[in-house]
């Protein structure tokens, strides 16, 4: 049973890593990096022709690149990274071997094939119809198909992921349960499941449409399929960076969970609740019922959100326990002051933790709001909240995670290490402000998807408020300092891999060492104050509570002064 | 480092919960049912709901029914192009379409009175999206999707299409008139 391989153990962080797993986790890391350098490389073209004043490409070619952007940034860079972290969360969380790495090399292969048969379609000029798609729009079939042998390589990838916790159960590498790390990843991985079957489901038939085998899709059906599939996406990333967040979180800190019992039970709550979300995109939507609007888009009575806000705790109250119990106890804040804030494994974390709950939480719940999301559907508010979930959330924690790894896995000294020191501050607020005030653009009307706000030479022209213009000035501003930091992550990441100096791989064995059983330890409730283990936070979390209190109702106020609808 | 160990306690889902998290999941059930609660309620006490009746159509049967309408109510042209400006009485119901690549006809409605706006697209999907107010609908080809309205203030409204629909989506763009 035992297939002829080799365990290495890291000499700086003490992880045992397969050599099979190590390589897919390596070429799986290496291609989503490759495909953030070209999804950044669009991303200067999309902002730079949104950004009035400048309007530099032509109006075909920009559709084309925000396609492509789109495409290779939510999908390709994200899933890719996805997968090497679920190999990370079995194989070496576990010390276990991985599972059939000959399927693994074909999940790869059919992601890297997929993906680059995508993205010829969209260069090639004739699909430039966004990530979404919709029919009856029509891309060239290989745009589909590309995208259908990416899904199937993915959706193997999480067999193989599956096939490794067996592995490791089987062969008796760890006692007891799945860490909670691995547990999320586990949570991320039956998301994915889900999500690729959608997307199955509806690109195939589409896909056979634009070989004229199939007469036509329902538009209808499609986007509510479609969702399952595109929304449910981005409910694998928050999964996946959340139990990176936990991952950081005990890096850095040597932080425990609080309570193994709530994270546990949040992420629980992801798996039933968070795929309902795919309705926020329907809310606008004929058709569907108001009943099936409200019970999906509130995840079914927010239970969803619950989970959210309970890892939003837990996570910085973990980091405080650790803190206060190294004696970090002065005042509410003393412990975060003197958090590592040089580690860019750290910041970045951190930095990705405020923005997604205080940017992408409060903006997401409150488009989501049946009635709220008339008020934004559409508007370039949308491309705010979900760079606000997707860039601040995953793409920086992903970058946090990658100076860990440059090191641990890519066995590399990282070159420029003040360079990355500075650059999850830059990316991380840089990409604040263009959130930010994307969201005030797309308050004020201004459409997602548009090459043109002015309607320059139309009769029925609309002249869009001073404000409007001024914010996808700074829309333009803020996102070229956030391209210009990400280039300088890409510098150090590959830099590190070309020219980093070469580091000790650790002592190889043949065999693998189980994970020692550790002893049970009393819960960390003797810190803080008022039987408060983590007072800090919990006052962190009550300014979030406020925040999303006041801007949730500020927009029902809003809504409140429209025409009368029904 | 226990979130990458497995948990030295067996059972993980009898581990005790401490003051902070059990404080805090009360707090945020609360508002998560306090947000539940508003959108329900809004249905009940509000006046901004998005309609769902929807039919089936065709953009046949679609365009038959605009047509007579702008046949019957039409006030004046517009632009070069002489786009027809329709006024039907309050209460009625008005149609617009979305092509490739404009909005017809326009509307011209009164302040304070209440009609069955019917939209549909007529091709691909396209966005009804009414400015300054910031009112946002979806647009479905095949599906005919009736918004009852009661405009609250007269001035002059822009319909932007903010569905991507093809290369020349950035120059489709309506109006409505509220008197």
Redesign the interface.
Known sequence: MTTATSYRTCPRSGLQFERQAELLMKANAFFAVVWLLIGGLLAIGVVLTRWPAVRWLE??TF?MVLTAHGIDMLIFWIIFFEVAILYFCSST?LRCRIATPKIAWLAFALMLIGSVVTNVAVFRGAS?V?MTS?V??MAEPNFYLGLILFAVGALIACFVFFGTLVVAKREKT????????TFGAITAAIIAVFTIVSGAIILIPTWLMSLGVVKSV???VY?TIWWAFGHSSQQINVAAHISVW??V???AF?????????S??AFLLYILFLQLASAHH?????????GW??VN??YF???A??AS??HG??IP??MEVAQRQKGFTKGLFEWLRKAPWSNPTFSGVFISIIGFGFLGGISG?MMG???LN??????IYVPGHFHATVVVGTTLTFMALTYYLIPVLFKREMIAPKLAQWQPYLFGFSMYFFCLVMMGAG???V???????A?SG?????E??GAAYLMMALVGLGGMVAIVSGAAYIYITVGSLLWGRKLEPGASSPKFTP?P?????A?A?TY?SM?????G??VL?MVF?VA??LY?FIN?KY???????? | ??????????L??????????G???V???T???I??A???G??IW???????E?YRTTPDKFMAKTQAMVDKYTVRT????K?PVVAPPAGSDVYMLARLWSFYP?LELEKGK?YKLH?TAM???H?F??????????M??????V???????SGTY?V????????G???M???IYIK
């Open positions: 109006a075909d559709y969380l430039s966004m919709y009856p729009m760890y006692q007891g349960s799945v860490p909670l790390v329902d538009p209808l986007r936990y991952l979180a005990a890096i040597g932080a425990k969970p609080m309570s193994e019992r709530v546990r039970t329907l809310l606008a939507d004929p058709g569907l019922s108001t609007k409200v888009t509130s009575m927010y239970f959100v619950l806000m309970l705790l837990t109250g973990a719940v709001t049946e009635q008339m008020i934004i559907h559409n508007t308050t004020l009307g459409s997602r998807r548009h090459w043109d706000m309607f139309h009769a029925l022209a609309y869009w408020p994970i059983r550790a002893a049970p330890s819960v409730q803080g039987g408060f283990a983590a007072p936070t919990f979390a509570l999303f209190v949730y029902w809504l409140s002064t429209l025409w009368g609808l029904s | 480092m226990s979130a990458i160990l497995p948990p030295a306690e067996r993980w889902y009898k581990h005790p919960i401490d003051r902070v998290e404080t805090w999941i707090i945020a059930l508002w998560c049912l947000m539940f508003m959108m329900v809004w249905h509000g006046s901004q709901n998005l309609s769902t929807t517009e632009t070069d192009e786009i326009i209440t939209l091709d691909y999907n966005g999206s009414l400015q300054p107010a910031n009112i946002n609908i979806q479905v080809p095949g599906f005919e999707h918004v009852t309205v009661t405009p609250n203030q822009s932007v299409c903010n569905e991507y629909c093809g290369i989506h950035h120059k763009v309506g109006r």
